[in-house]
């Protein structure tokens, strides 16, 4: 049998050995996962191997013949874990700028800089605000509650906005626009009054 867990980022503070403990924690506690796997998960499950995710995209992925596409430079979104399109948007980029590179001869590392700059212009700018985004869902995260009941909320063409936007087709800073940010806003204040009720009152229910 074959287990893969995933955990996300957000918590700079998060290191490989904490894997192991998330691992166990989830194998032990996470009621969903015993019953995926049922009670007697110990006697089926091979050694953790783990292995982080390059998040957010390198500095640089590009040298003098050299050009670094997909996880190996970093382009997995840090907010969403996707890497998959940004893999093959990459890949295209970097065989655009090789196709240009043998027909120049040049392949010089000023010349692979060249699908550095597409790839960032293309979707690696956006990385920044995802993490910046990530790390603060991390540490608030009823904002994550406050975007659910506004999709809930909303319905699907609201829905369909949001994907654009966590899917890179549309930049993250899209979030701002007052369509997502003043309903979150107000789905914000829905939640902290309902659970201020709950906590206080304990009976109180809000629907
Ligand atoms: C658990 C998990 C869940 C994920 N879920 C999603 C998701 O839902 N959506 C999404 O968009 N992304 C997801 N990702 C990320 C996504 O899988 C990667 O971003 C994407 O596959 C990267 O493509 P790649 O071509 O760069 O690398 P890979 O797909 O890893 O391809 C690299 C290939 O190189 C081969 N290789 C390695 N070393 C050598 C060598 N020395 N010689 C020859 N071949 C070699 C490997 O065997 C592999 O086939 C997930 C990743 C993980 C780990």
Known sequence: MFASLSCSSGNPNVKNEDLLKWHNYLLEKDQAVIR???????GVIETMKAGPLRLGGIAKSYANHCIVTGDAAGMIDPLTGEGIHHAM??????????????????????AMSVYHRKWMDRFGFDFGWSMAICQFLYRFPIFLDAATVAVQLKGNAFLARWADIMTGRVPKVHLLHPVFSVT????????????????????????
Do not use: P
């Open 36 to 42: 995926s796997l049922g009670k007697d998960v110990r």
């Open 184 to 207: 979150i806003f107000f789905c914000l204040i829905y939640l902290i009054i309902k659970r201020t009720l709950t906590c206080s009152w304990g009976r109180v229910k809000i629907d």
């Open 89 to 110: 948007e990459g890949g295209k980029l970097a065989a655009e700028t090789l196709i240009d590179a043998i027909e120049a001869g040049n392949f010089s590392e000023e």
